[in-house]
T-cell receptor
Framework: GIQVEQSPPDLILQEGANSTLRCNFS?????LQWFHQNPWGQLINLFY???GTKQNGRLSATTVATERYSLLYISSSQTTDSGVYFC???????????FGKGTKLTVNP | KAGVTQTPRYLIKTRGQQVTLSCSPI?????VSWYQQTPGQGLQFLFE???????NKGNFPGRFSGRQFSNSRSEMNVSTLELGDSALYLC?????????????FGNGTRLTVT
C-alpha cells in the first residue's frame, strides 16, 4: 500500500516563529488532507488539498502531486497551534485513506 | 451546523465484554468512517459506510463491526474485548466519502479495557 512519511517528527518553537511541515508519499494520490489534533484529542480538518496551494489565515498548504509531497506552513505560531499535525492521502476507489505518523508541534510562550 | 457527535466520551470495559459506540454525522453528510488511534499504531482505518452500505473495510478482525442507519447515524461494535482494543475510537463524516470531500472528526470515544 501507499506509504506516508511526515517530517520532522517533533518540532519545538517559540511563539511568533514560522515553521514548515512536510508530508511525502510513495505513489500518486488524488486526495490529500491535513489535520491538527489538539492536546485534548480533537482532530480538526485544516485543508483538503490534492493539488495546488490554499491559505487559511496563518496557515497555508501546498501539494505538488507530481513530486509526491505536500507542505504545511504555519506563520507567527501561537501556543494554541501546539498538537500533532497529520497528513492523510488516498488513491480513491476501494483504497482507504492512509495517515502519516504525524508531526508533534510544541509552541512555547 | 452541529459537528460530528460521538457517544459516550469515555468507556471502561472488562476483557471479554462487548461494546457499542455511536456516531451522529454532520447534517447532510452521507459517509461515516471509523478509525482507531493508539500510541503504537497511530490512526488506523476500520470501515466506511455510505448510504447504509459498508463501502470499505480496514484490516481488523471480525470482532469489529459496524452499521449505518437511514438517518446516516452509525454505530460500531466490538465483541469479546481484548486488552489491545484499548484506544481512542474516532468517527469522521464527509459529504461523499473521504476520497472526494474533507473528513470531519468527532471528539472520539476513549475505550479502556481492563
Amino acid at each position: 500500500g501507499i506509504q506516508v512519511e511526515q517530517s520532522p517528527p517533533d518540532l519545538i518553537l517559540q511563539e511568533g516563529a514560522n515553521s514548515t511541515l512536510r508530508c511525502n508519499f510513495s505513489d500518486s494520490v488524488n486526495n490529500l488532507q491535513w489535520f491538527h489534533q489538539n492536546p485534548w484529542g480533537q482532530l480538526i480538518n485544516l485543508f483538503y488539498i490534492p493539488s495546488g496551494t490554499k491559505q487559511n489565515g496563518r496557515l497555508s498548504a501546498t501539494t505538488v502531486a507530481t513530486e509526491r509531497y505536500s507542505l504545511l506552513y504555519i506563520s507567527s505560531s501561537q501556543t494554541t497551534d501546539s498538537g500533532v499535525y497529520f497528513c492523510a492521502v488516498g488513491r480513491g476507489g476501494s483504497e482507504k485513506l492512509v495517515f502519516g505518523k504525524g508531526t508533534k508541534l510544541t509552541v512555547n510562550p | 451546523k452541529a459537528g460530528v457527535t460521538q457517544t459516550p466520551r469515555y468507556l471502561i470495559k472488562t476483557r471479554g465484554q462487548q461494546v457499542t459506540l455511536s456516531c451522529s454525522p454532520i447534517s447532510g453528510h452521507r459517509s461515516v468512517s471509523w478509525y482507531q488511534q493508539t500510541p503504537g499504531q497511530g490512526l488506523q482505518f476500520l470501515f466506511e459506510y455510505f448510504s447504509e452500505t459498508q463501502r470499505n473495510k480496514g484490516n481488523f478482525p471480525g470482532r469489529f463491526s459496524g452499521r449505518q442507519f437511514s438517518n446516516s447515524r452509525s454505530e460500531m461494535n466490538v465483541s469479546t474485548l481484548e486488552l489491545g482494543d484499548s484506544a481512542l475510537y474516532l468517527c469522521a463524516s464527509s459529504i461523499d466519502g473521504p476520497d472526494n470531500s474533507p473528513l470531519h472528526f468527532g471528539n472520539g470515544t476513549r475505550l479502556t479495557v481492563t
